[in-house]
């Protein structure tokens, strides 16, 4: 008899791929990748354990892969689990320590909006878990180290002063990746996950050990009219250069990225998510913060 089968959607992106070959290492079951072509018949979902969405994009794709993967749940039958990642832009604008009993709120736009959605249809399945993610970081991922990283390079991200004294709720890819596991490994398991690293460090730290990593040295102090520049002016010519760089079919990006006005509101928020819930519910340990920059940097050099 073969293992019970895993549906993972989103498996093509740096996430679900990252998921999907840790699951890989697990005998006690087979992580299939899915998308909108798995077409959601009885045959599909045949000896299904449980379902991933590890779904990243724009708003409307949050929503539709939501939806998918929970209507694959549901057909799939009440005893299949499914894990559900969300992001802790459900948080909105909070300050301070946040705990799962934190109302969500919506007040940071479209995205956090969508994310909140998604969480809706999630719980209309009857067992689930969402996990709600910080800044996932390490070899792959596109946002929080690739994108950071040509930054960094660049020399237009680096010491930010006090714009950049928020806190940065950093969780290296593999422990996300072991955090689906672990709720996959326990039957009984449900409810809301924070997922971030314990006292994580402001995000001018995280630039500059980054930067120093990348041997993008020295790390350049990078003032408030700079930032202004950066986030207003340069902002929309560097977003329509990146678009029509992926239009051509360019394989890198023809120039560093644009500064966006939420990263640099994400820089200055006082947000620090709790992970007790993670480490003591399903065990987690989270990857030192010089091991994951120093992965993450290694593979950006490659």
């Not at 991922?141 to 020399?155: N, Q």
Request: hydrophobic share 45%; proline share 7%.
């Amino acid at each position: 008899m073969s293992a019970p089968r895993i549906l993972v959607y989103g498996a093509s992106n740096f996430l679900g791929s990252r998921i999907l070959a840790a699951l890989g290492t697990e005998p006690s079951w087979t992580p299939v990748g899915a998308d909108a072509r798995t077409p959601i018949t009885p045959q599909a979902l045949r000896d299904v354990r449980g379902v991933v969405n590890a779904a990243v994009g724009d708003a409307p794709g949050i929503r539709a892969q939501a939806r998918l993967a929970t209507s694959a749940a549901r057909a799939a039958g009440e005893e299949v689990l499914l894990v559900h990642l969300s992001s802790m832009t459900v948080y909105g604008s909070a300050v301070g320590i946040v705990a799962e009993s934190v109302p969500v709120r919506a007040d940071l736009g479209a995205y956090a909006a969508a994310h909140i959605e998604a969480e809706e249809m999630a719980r209309t399945h009857a067992r689930t878990v969402i996990l709600r993610p910080g800044c996932e970081y390490g070899p792959g991922c596109a946002v929080w180290s690739e994108r950071i990283g040509r930054l960094l390079i660049a020399h237009r991200l680096g010491d930010l002063g006090s714009a950049g004294d928020g806190y940065c709720n950093l969780i290296y890819i593999d422990d996300l990746a072991d955090a689906v596991a672990q709720c996959l490994r326990r039957p009984a398991i449900d409810g809301v996950f924070n997922l971030a690293m314990r006292a994580p460090p402001r995000w001018n730290e995280y630039f500059i050990r980054f930067g120093v990593a990348l041997r993008a040295v020295p790390v350049r102090r990078i003032g408030a009219r700079a930032l202004r520049w950066e986030s207003t002016v340069m902002a929309v010519p560097r977003k329509l250069a990146e678009v029509g760089a992926r239009r051509l079919g360019a394989q890198r990006p023809l120039t560093a990225p644009p500064l966006t006005p939420s990263l640099l509101r994400l820089c200055r928020q006082e947000i620090v998510l709790a992970p007790d819930r993670a480490e003591e519910l399903l065990g987690i340990r989270w990857t030192p913060l010089d091991v994951g920059i120093a992965r993450a940097a290694a593979a950006f050099a490659r």
